[in-house]
C-alpha cells in the first residue's frame, strides 16, 4: 500500500483542502483470499509528494486484477495488510508543489497508469502521480468517470495501430461482456471491422448486438470453430483479442487465419495453457501477450494522445460508458463477489 504522511494544516509544501479528515477510511487486506478478507479501518490521511495529488474519491472503478491481487500472493507481491484499485474518480484535496495542471477543488479521473505496489485508489482519499490524474471529462458522472479508462486504454493502442485491422474484416473479442470487451466492440466499430463477441451462453446475446457486436458466438452451446468459419467463409480470424486465456487458447487456434495474430491480455480461464503446436505452426500464427504498459504507462505522448482520443470520443457519443452496478463503499465484499460471477454485464463501480 502506499506510504502515509501525516497531512498537518501548516504544511506548506502543497496546496490542501481544510475539509480533509485526519483519518478516512480505506478498504485493506491483512491476508490473501476471496472477498471477505476485504475490511474497511481509519487510516491517517496520506500527504502527497511534490510530484502527487491527494484525491478525495468520490467513486471507483472494480477490475478483475483487483481480485487477483486480492486472492493470488505472487501477483504484484503485496506486502500486508494491502490496498487495491488505480481507477478511480474525485475532487482534489492536495497537490504537491511541481503540479501545475490540477488544482484544489478540481474534479478528475484516475488514469491506471501507476504501478499498483506503491499507490491504491479503494478509500475515502487517495494518493496517485499527477501523471495519473486528468480533469475529468464534460458532462461525465463520477460514477461514469471512474469506469472508463481501464475499459478503454487496456486494448485502444492494439486495436487503434498494432493489429493493422482494416475496415470490413471480422475480428473476435472472448469474454465479451467484460467492460474490456465491450469497449473492444465500440472501439472495433469506430475502425470501421466486425465485431465478433464470445460469450458462454446466450443469456447476453441481445445485449452485445445491442452493445454494437455484428455477431455472438456463445460458445458453450454450439461449435465455436464451426460457427466462425460459417460466419468468415471459411477464411477464419485473423485478429483475435482473448482475456481468457487457459485451454481456451486451443480453440482460438483453430478459428484463426493462417498467419493470424491472437492477443492475450487475460487469464480468466486459468493461467496455464495447452494447444497444438502442429495448428500453430502450420497457419504461421502469432501469440502475443498484451499490455498497455510499455506504450501508455511508461510515454507520455502515447498517453495523452490516447486519453484526447478517448475524451472526445466519449463527449460525442461515439464511445459510451458501460455501467453495469453502482455499489455502495460499505458493501466492497459484495462488489467483489459480484466481480467474480461474471454475471455482470460491464464496469462495476463502488460509490464512496
Given at each position: 500500500?502506499?506510504?502515509?504522511?501525516?497531512?498537518?494544516?501548516?504544511?506548506?509544501?502543497?496546496?490542501?483542502?481544510?475539509?480533509?479528515?485526519?483519518?478516512?477510511?480505506?478498504?485493506?487486506?491483512?491476508?490473501?483470499?476471496?472477498?471477505?478478507?476485504?475490511?474497511?479501518?481509519?487510516?491517517?490521511?496520506?500527504?502527497?509528494?511534490?510530484?502527487?495529488?491527494?484525491?478525495?474519491?468520490?467513486?471507483?472503478?472494480?477490475?478483475?486484477?483487483?481480485?487477483?491481487?486480492?486472492?493470488?500472493?505472487?501477483?504484484?507481491?503485496?506486502?500486508?495488510?494491502?490496498?487495491?484499485?488505480?481507477?478511480?474518480?474525485?475532487?482534489?484535496?492536495?497537490?504537491?508543489?511541481?503540479?501545475?495542471?490540477?488544482?484544489?477543488?478540481?474534479?478528475?479521473?484516475?488514469?491506471?497508469?501507476?504501478?499498483?505496489?506503491?499507490?491504491?485508489?479503494?478509500?475515502?482519499?487517495?494518493?496517485?502521480?499527477?501523471?495519473?490524474?486528468?480533469?475529468?471529462?464534460?458532462?461525465?458522472?463520477?460514477?461514469?468517470?471512474?469506469?472508463?479508462?481501464?475499459?478503454?486504454?487496456?486494448?485502444?493502442?492494439?486495436?487503434?495501430?498494432?493489429?493493422?485491422?482494416?475496415?470490413?474484416?471480422?475480428?473476435?473479442?472472448?469474454?465479451?461482456?467484460?467492460?474490456?470487451?465491450?469497449?473492444?466492440?465500440?472501439?472495433?466499430?469506430?475502425?470501421?471491422?466486425?465485431?465478433?463477441?464470445?460469450?458462454?451462453?446466450?443469456?447476453?446475446?441481445?445485449?452485445?448486438?445491442?452493445?454494437?457486436?455484428?455477431?455472438?458466438?456463445?460458445?458453450?452451446?454450439?461449435?465455436?470453430?464451426?460457427?466462425?468459419?460459417?460466419?468468415?467463409?471459411?477464411?477464419?480470424?485473423?485478429?483475435?483479442?482473448?482475456?481468457?486465456?487457459?485451454?481456451?487458447?486451443?480453440?482460438?487456434?483453430?478459428?484463426?487465419?493462417?498467419?493470424?495474430?491472437?492477443?492475450?491480455?487475460g487469464a480468466s480461464g486459468g493461467d496455464q495453457a495447452s494447444?497444438?503446436?502442429?495448428?500453430?505452426?502450420?497457419?504461421?500464427?502469432?501469440?502475443?501477450?498484451?499490455?498497455?504498459?510499455?506504450?501508455?504507462?511508461?510515454?507520455?505522448?502515447?498517453?495523452?494522445?490516447?486519453?484526447?482520443?478517448?475524451?472526445?470520443?466519449?463527449?460525442?457519443?461515439?464511445?459510451?460508458?458501460?455501467?453495469?452496478?453502482?455499489?455502495?463503499?460499505?458493501?466492497?465484499?459484495?462488489?467483489?463477489?459480484?466481480?467474480?460471477?461474471?454475471?455482470?454485464?460491464?464496469?462495476?463501480?463502488?460509490?464512496v
Open positions: 500500500m502506499y506510504s502515509v504522511t501525516r497531512l498537518y494544516p501548516h504544511d506548506t509544501s502543497f496546496q490542501w483542502n481544510k475539509e480533509i479528515s485526519p483519518m478516512p477510511r480505506s478498504i485493506q487486506f491483512r491476508a490473501f483470499g476471496g472477498p471477505e478478507v476485504l475490511e474497511i479501518v481509519e487510516v491517517e490521511c496520506p500527504a502527497p509528494k511534490s510530484d502527487e495529488v491527494l484525491v478525495r474519491v468520490k467513486a471507483l472503478g472494480l477490475n478483475y486484477t483487483d481480485a487477483l491481487r486480492r486472492r493470488d500472493p505472487s501477483f504484484g507481491n503485496p506486502s500486508l495488510p494491502a490496498s487495491l484499485g488505480y481507477e478511480a474518480a474525485g475532487i482534489v484535496a492536495a497537490v504537491g508543489k511541481d503540479i501545475a495542471h490540477v488544482k484544489v477543488g478540481d474534479a478528475v479521473n484516475v488514469l491506471p497508469v501507476f504501478d499498483i505496489s506503491r499507490y491504491a485508489t479503494y478509500g475515502e482519499m487517495a494518493v496517485v502521480p499527477g501523471r495519473a490524474i486528468i480533469r475529468q471529462p464534460e458532462g461525465l458522472s463520477f460514477e461514469q468517470g471512474a469506469s472508463i479508462w481501464a475499459m478503454f486504454l487496456t486494448l485502444y493502442s492494439a486495436i487503434s495501430d498494432d493489429a493493422g485491422i482494416i475496415p470490413g474484416e471480422h475480428v473476435v473479442v472472448t469474454a465479451a461482456s467484460s467492460s474490456v470487451g465491450i469497449a473492444a466492440i465500440q472501439l472495433l466499430n469506430l475502425k470501421g471491422a466486425v465485431p465478433v463477441a464470445f460469450t458462454r451462453t446466450r443469456e447476453k446475446q441481445q445485449k452485445l448486438l445491442d452493445a454494437g457486436a455484428r455477431h455472438v458466438v456463445a460458445y458453450r452451446e454450439v461449435d465455436a470453430v464451426e460457427e466462425i468459419m460459417r460466419i468468415t467463409d471459411g477464411s477464419g480470424i485473423r485478429v483475435i483479442f482473448d482475456s481468457v486465456g487457459g485451454d481456451f487458447l486451443a480453440t482460438l487456434m483453430q478459428m484463426a487465419a493462417v498467419n493470424g495474430l491472437i492477443y492475450v491480455f494447444f497444438p503446436l502442429a495448428t500453430y505452426i502450420r497457419k504461421m500464427l502469432t501469440l502475443k501477450g498484451w499490455t498497455p504498459r510499455k506504450d501508455l504507462f511508461l510515454d507520455d505522448e502515447s498517453l495523452a494522445r490516447a486519453v484526447a482520443f478517448i475524451s472526445e470520443a466519449v463527449r460525442s457519443g461515439k464511445l459510451t460508458p458501460a455501467l453495469d452496478r453502482v455499489f455502495d463503499f460499505t458493501e466492497i465484499v459484495a462488489a467483489h463477489r459480484y466481480l467474480e460471477s461474471g454475471r455482470q454485464f460491464g464496469k462495476i463501480v463502488v460509490r
